[in-house]
């Protein structure tokens, strides 16, 4: 009679290498996907901007909600999900994502311009937003690390 513990880990085996090798095919797939949408994004977004529609960007938008959609359908990290390991990195819908910052400095620096100060109160500014994220990150961190 097999062992069921053997059985477990064998078919834990084979869905690693299964992950494995998908996840490779995937970044392959990606990669293959970012090198065609960097040039085709340049040209539409140039396009668009010679065209002078309003609203501005039909063209560069599409571009990117084609490349949105091909990222689901890619799901390169979706093996993440049938991890039997705690997700040390899922920090729910609190994460912080680039866009977040950016969106923050980019409020900073037009606020600051509007004020007509771009100089150093910019500067105090952009600092004080960056600790505020900085903080976040380690508050999140430390909170990991207590329910590791």
């Not at 392959?28 to 340049?42: C, E, H, K």
């Not at 509007?114 to 004080?128: D, F, H, K, P, Q």
Request: net charge negative.
């Amino acid at each position: 009679m097999e062992d069921p513990n053997t059985e477990a880990a064998e078919h834990s085996r084979a869905e690693l290498i299964r992950d494995a090798v998908f996840f490779q095919g995937k970044l392959l797939l990606d990669g293959v996907r970012d090198v065609v949408l960097v040039p085709i994004s340049i040209v539409a977004a140039l396009i668009d901007l010679v065209a002078g529609e309003r609203p501005a960007g039909r063209r560069f938008y599409g571009v990117v909600q084609l490349g949105r959609r091909s990222e689901h359908w890619i799901n390169l990290f979706g093996a993440a999900d049938r991890s039997p390991h705690a997700n040390r990195w899922d920090h729910g819908e609190e994460s912080v994502r680039l866009d977040d910052l950016v969106e923050q400095v980019e409020k900073v620096v037009k606020d600051q311009y509007a004020e007509g100060g771009v100089t150093g109160s910019a500067r105090n500014a952009l600092n004080r937003a960056l600790e505020v994220l900085n903080e976040n990150v380690a508050r999140r961190e430390r909170k990991n690390a207590d329910g590791d």
